[in-house]
């Protein structure tokens, strides 16, 4: 079985950092996108930000220029560097992963989600 484990969550205040990260383990064959989704009590689960295998990028526009995604292939492992970090990013985290397992059968995943708290 596939499993994506998240980590990096936690308090920061406002204009901190924080980075999260999040490791794809099992019978994995190939990743092809791997990316951050964030929601809170009163809005959809929506994207932050996502990275192709051929490490293109995309971004919401809420987080241009503030945050990075990146990814280490060789570990699986895909990185939210989060910058200049403002109370609405406040949310819980998830992690994202578009993979082929060892099957062949290409499917979603999804990590259990992090916490991420911007208060002074």
């Known amino acids: 079985q596939v499993q994506l484990v998240e980590s990096g969550g936690g308090l920061v205040q406002p204009g901190g950092s924080l980075r999260l990260s999040c490791a794809a383990s099992?019978?994995?064959?190939?990743?092809?996108?791997m990316g951050w989704y964030r929601q809170t009590p009163d809005k959809e689960r929506g994207l932050v930000a996502v990275?192709?295998?051929?490490?293109?990028?995309n971004y919401a526009d809420s987080v241009k220029d503030r945050f990075t995604i990146s990814r280490d292939s060789a570990k699986n492992t895909v990185y939210l560097h989060m910058n200049s970090v403002k109370p609405e990013d406040t949310a819980v985290y998830y992690c994202?992963?578009?993979?082929?397992?060892?099957?062949?059968?290409?499917?979603?995943?999804w990590g259990q989600g992090t916490q991420v708290t911007v208060s002074s």
């Open positions: 099992g019978s994995i064959r190939s990743i092809n996108t």
């Open positions: 990275i192709y295998s051929d490490y293109s990028t």
């Open positions: 994202y992963a578009d993979l082929r397992d060892t099957s062949y059968k290409r499917s979603d995943y």
